[in-house]
């Protein structure tokens, strides 16, 4: 987080953390393999497997997270930008197992199990909006939430299966007062959507 900053004179520093750091956190076995990224030994695949994510407790279940925040607001002059990955983006790891080109498997788990799937997306919603809540608690001033892979779906799967959610963590950041960045990447055809499910900010 420090490291850009003292090297160029940047308008803001961002947390510095692993996308499935709140999963791994909950229980999820996660690993970083060099060459492929996060990969999920025991990916969600039906009703049994949701018994296994839990309600994120961030004072004990991520201290080091809320810890690091801490020092740097003590370390920075400039304002500091919590993170979070949205729960599209989360699901598709846990579905998938890992990193995705087509996300075929999470596309057949959204339509073909459509109450599975709210289900699951209603968990990591209120994973990631405790994840940030937790994060501005501990100094952040401002919070980016990343749909990387949401590019992947059109209008209609998004409007229907992903905006519901990703506007739940948005609302459940509303009363706190800081600015909220919404991201994704390959969302030209989105983003009137994603501006729809909240964010001060659409990247």
């Known amino acids: ?5 003292r090297r160029m004179d940047l308008d803001a520093a961002i947390v510095f953390s692993d996308i499935m750091v709140p999963l791994e956190a909950v229980g999820v076995p996660v690993r970083i393999v060099h060459g492929t990224g996060p990969v999920v030994a025991e990916p969600i695949r039906e009703e049994a497997d949701l018994a296994r994510l839990r309600a994120l ?7 080091h997270l809320l810890e690091a925040i801490r020092l740097l607001r003590a370390e920075l002059s400039v304002p500091l930008i919590g993170f979070s990955g949205a729960p599209f983006t989360l699901a598709s790891y846990l579905v998938e197992g890992g990193p995705s080109r087509d996300h075929a498997r999470t ?3 959204m339509l073909g199990e459509p109450a599975l799937w709210a289900r699951l997306m209603e968990r990591l919603a209120g994973i990631c909006a405790a994840h940030l809540r937790a994060q501005v608690a ?3 001033q401002a919070v980016q939430v990343f749909d990387s892979w949401v590019g992947a779906l059109g209008p209609e799967d998004y409007e229907r ?4 959610y990703s506007r739940a963590v948005f609302e459940a950041l509303d009363e706190l007062g800081v600015p909220m ?3 994704g990447v390959g969302t030209g055809e989105l983003l009137g959507l994603m501006a729809a499910a909240g964010g001060d900010v659409i990247g």
């Not at 407790?57 to 201290?63: G, H, I, L, M, Q």
């Not at 299966?161 to 519901?164: A, G, K, R």
């Open 181 to 183: 960045i919404h991201f």
């Open 107 to 109: 596309k057949a788990f």
């Open 161 to 164: 299966s992903v905006l519901p």
């Open 1 to 5: 987080t420090l490291q850009p900053l």
């Open 138 to 140: 501990a100094g952040a």
């Open 57 to 63: 407790e961030p004072e004990a279940d991520e201290p």
